[in-house]
């Protein structure tokens, strides 16, 4: 208090804080605009509606008839899920004083994380069985969204229950159990396959070797600009529809009428409904869009230009060049069958290339040679 009062007072701070403010005045305004928000205790946006802006009770209606309203509807939860001798009221209180919002969505997070009472070992369970999914292509319980009776039921259920109950010991914390699965032994399993194991196990269900699966959209489109050194890592901000753009795919605005090409060819959801898993199909306008898509050919030419920097000129640059290229994209080199077929591809391009008149014809075959390496299985899938 006595420093807010001295800087009223003293003459110097006074002068110093009305310039603070005068430039403050001048400040870009954004332009602010009127959105929709649901959410308690805000005033709502009058739109068609009549009567009240929110209901203060929520009745039974008899057959869905608004005009046929039967008793008030109170806050409960899965009754199979309850086993406390209060019922609901165990994790139910009352909002302080003044408060904005009923505490109900409170109320249904401690149930839902309560261990001893409610559905607490249950949600571990799906939360663990959605991170292996996330890993190994396929939960531990085949279906995902559903763990009822109708559902697959687990193939490894020890497993999944000393998963759920580190996830529950670490504080519900999900990083320590991405790095336990990714440490773990069935994560560095080999991906070839075994006659005598197939012949009991097609599926693979029993994990006994690494079960390939293709990169999930967004993570194919990082990839390559990451690889490209060409990905733009600013947190937050606002999305963008713009194809072109260099931000992480999180970032695109996800419009109806106007979704990614690149992001529903590879199969990315269009959130208009909830969803278990990805499909992952494999069709021919994906591969058309690798070999013309903007994105990728910006990619490919920022790739290109990565790989051949601070090459030395000589005999064996083309060779440093497409080592480099293996290492970046693919994190391993090239055999001799390989180097060959490189070296060779980029001997004809660049005769092509020269052949029409293009003055940088090597740095162009550099970046189709680097364009096919995005394009590669081996970059699109994990094995």
Request: hydrophobic share 40%; aromatic share 6%; net charge neutral.
């Amino acid at each position: 208090r006595m420093l807010t009062l001295f800087q009223q007072i003293d003459p110097r701070c006074v002068e110093l804080s009305a310039a603070v403010a005068e430039h403050a005045a001048h400040a870009p305004q954004p332009k602010l605009t009127k959105v929709l928000i649901t959410s308690e205790g805000l005033p709502a946006v009058r739109l068609h509606t009549q009567g009240d802006d929110f209901l203060k009770e929520t009745h039974f209606l008899e057959r869905g008839d608004p005009n046929r309203k039967k008793e008030v509807a109170t806050q409960s939860f899965l009754q199979v899920l309850m086993t406390s001798p209060e019922g609901e009221r165990s994790w139910q209180s009352p909002p302080p004083e003044g408060w904005r919002t009923s505490y109900r969505r409170r109320a249904m997070a401690e149930w839902a994380t309560d261990v001893e009472h409610g559905a607490g070992h249950l949600l571990a369970r799906v939360i663990v069985n959605r991170l292996w999914q996330h890993h190994f292509g396929r939960g531990i319980v085949g279906t995902p969204s559903d763990f009822g009776t109708q559902g697959e039921r687990p193939t490894h259920p020890e497993l999944l229950d000393y998963l759920a109950g580190e996830l529950i010991r670490g504080g519900w914390k999900l990083k320590p159990i991405h790095r336990l699965i990714m440490t773990s032994a069935v994560y560095t399993e080999g991906s070839q396959s075994d006659a005598a194991r197939a012949a009991v196990d097609t599926d693979n269900k029993l994990l006994w070797r690494r079960q390939r699966h293709r990169l999930e959209a967004e993570v194919i489109r990082d990839a390559m600009l990451a690889t490209g050194g060409i990905l733009d890592e600013t947190l937050l901000g606002p999305g963008t529809l713009d194809e072109n753009h260099r931000r992480r795919s999180i970032y695109f605005t996800v419009k109806r009428s106007k979704l990614a090409s690149m992001m529903v060819l590879f199969d990315a959801p269009d959130a208009l409904q909830g969803l278990g898993a990805r499909s992952s199909t494999t069709i021919a306008p994906q591969a058309l869009l690798l070999l013309n898509n903007a994105t990728v050919r910006d990619s490919a030419r920022a790739f290109a230009a990565r790989a051949t920097t601070d090459v030395a000129p000589g005999p064996d640059a083309g060779a440093t060049a497409v080592r480099r290229a293996y290492l970046m994209a693919l994190s391993r080199p090239p055999d001799e069958t390989e180097l060959a077929d490189a070296l060779a591809f980029l001997e004809s391009q660049s005769a092509q290339y020269a052949a029409d008149g293009k003055a940088d014809g090597r740095q162009l075959a550099m970046a189709d040679f680097c364009q096919v390496l995005l394009g590669l299985n081996e970059f699109v899938y994990i094995d």
